[in-house]
């Protein structure tokens, strides 16, 4: 390596600093040390240098790990041509870390995907994936919508073109892995090929970082976005925006923005899929003799629901066609209307005497299932 000032001395951090204190603190001592700020100061260009170095390895959980525990020797040990130890897992240098995810990237890493750095061929590391909740109400899911969003998000470095390099500059062939982007290590009976510390699978490194996005090639701002959300979306369903997620390292392909819905509970309705649920009290009047009632529908329009003579509370009505769209189909499910008799709490002196009459008429043949619930009780118990 460049440096054997320890990482943590030079960017004048604790060691069990998190990510957060990790930026903080490079951000601070680069700003410090910039060669724009020091021209013609040798130290101080390479004291920049040194930090940039320090940080590339603390940012990454892996690189701080292998460093926590070996320091500098973790990049110098056997890390160039198969070096390292005599065999076993004790042989000394990078064998000392390689850990069993490493060898089997190596061996099964092409077949499966596994993303190994391969000799020659040099890797862009592609942005992360990003969420974003987003909650709408029930009539905007049974619509959809057009929206915009605001988020901040690592874009591609304007001064630079996303390159990381100062204007004007380019990187060098990394020293470490001669531009192959990949470093083996002797590993028992294998030979273990991982990405290279110091330029990152890459192959190459900034002689001269940009001084807006310190040799990142992206930096945070804000971005406005237009979000369209489809007729029938549900509680979970993702919506993926390709290539708005977090910019990748110097040039490499962004990723993606998932929308996450969130729909809103609604006062009148309960939602199960497609399906649409309601609970409508009518009177025991309404009840006995049958009529209507009338509901609206989320389009705007109404949907009137004939009441059966004699319905009981608990009985469902279907009305077929007037639930939520189907998500990018055609149709609509249903709308489930479950009927809740209410018995009247306030009557006049007229509505007891009509009662009243009423209940003189009574046979018990108005009634069939009370009736017959008492018949059993009268069969059980002898009474």
């Known amino acids: 390596m460049a440096t054997q000032t320890d990482y943590y001395e030079l960017l004048q951090v604790s060691r069990d600093a998190d990510g957060s204190a990790l930026k903080g603190a490079y951000r601070k001592v680069a700003m410090k040390y910039h060669p724009d700020r020091n021209p013609g100061d040798a130290s101080a260009e390479a004291k920049f240098k040194a930090c ?15 460093y926590d525990r070996f320091g500098h020797d973790a990049y110098t040990q056997g890390m160039n041509g198969g070096g390292g130890g005599p065999g076993g897992f004790g042989g000394g240098g990078q064998g000392d870390f390689a850990d069993i995810g490493d060898i089997f990237e190596t061996i099964f890493g092409s077949a499966f995907g596994g993303g190994g750095a391969g000799r020659g061929r040099p890797q862009q590391r592609r942005g992360a994936d990003l969420r974003y909740d987003m909650q709408v109400t029930l009539e905007e899911a049974f619509e959809g919508k057009s929206t ?5 998000v690592s874009q591609s470095c304007d001064t630079c073109s996303g390159s990381g390099a100062t204007p004007g500059t380019g990187e060098r062939t990394c020293n470490l892995c001669n531009g192959q982007g990949a470093v083996r290590a002797k590993q028992g009976l294998f030979v273990v090929e991982r990405p290279c510390p110091t330029c990152s699978g890459r192959g190459a490194v900034i002689e001269d970082p940009c001084g807006d996005c310190r040799g990142e090639g992206r930096v945070d701002r804000a971005q406005e976005l237009e979000v369209d959300i489809p007729p029938g979306v549900d509680t979970g369903t993702r919506i993926r925006l390709s290539g708005k997620g977090e910019a990748g390292q110097r040039g490499a392909p962004s990723g993606d923005l998932y929308i996450f819905i969130h729909v809103k509970p609604h006062t009148v309705f309960e939602r199960e899929g497609t399906t649409l649920a309601t609970r409508v009290p009518v009177s025991f ?16 329009s109404t949907n009137t629901v004939e009441i059966p003579v004699g319905i009981q509370s608990g009985k469902q009505l279907r009305v ?18 479950e009927i809740a008799v209410e018995t009247p709490t306030k009557l006049s002196r007229q509505q007891k005497e009509i009662l009243e009459q009423f209940r003189e008429t009574e046979t018990g043949d108005e ?17």
């Open 367 to 383: 009634c069939p299932e009370s009736k017959g619930f008492f018949s059993k009780l009268k069969d059980a118990f002898g009474a």
């Open 285 to 300: 009047t309404t009840a006995a003799l049958g009529g209507s009632v009338d509901i609206p529908d989320l389009d705007g």
């Open 320 to 337: 077929r066609g007037a639930g939520m769209p189907v998500l990018q189909g055609r149709g609509r499910g249903d709308l489930v209307v």
């Open 52 to 66: 940039n170095e320090a940080y590339e390895c603390l940012k990454d959980p892996q690189k701080r790990a292998a």
């Open 148 to 152: 915009k969003i605001e988020i901040e």
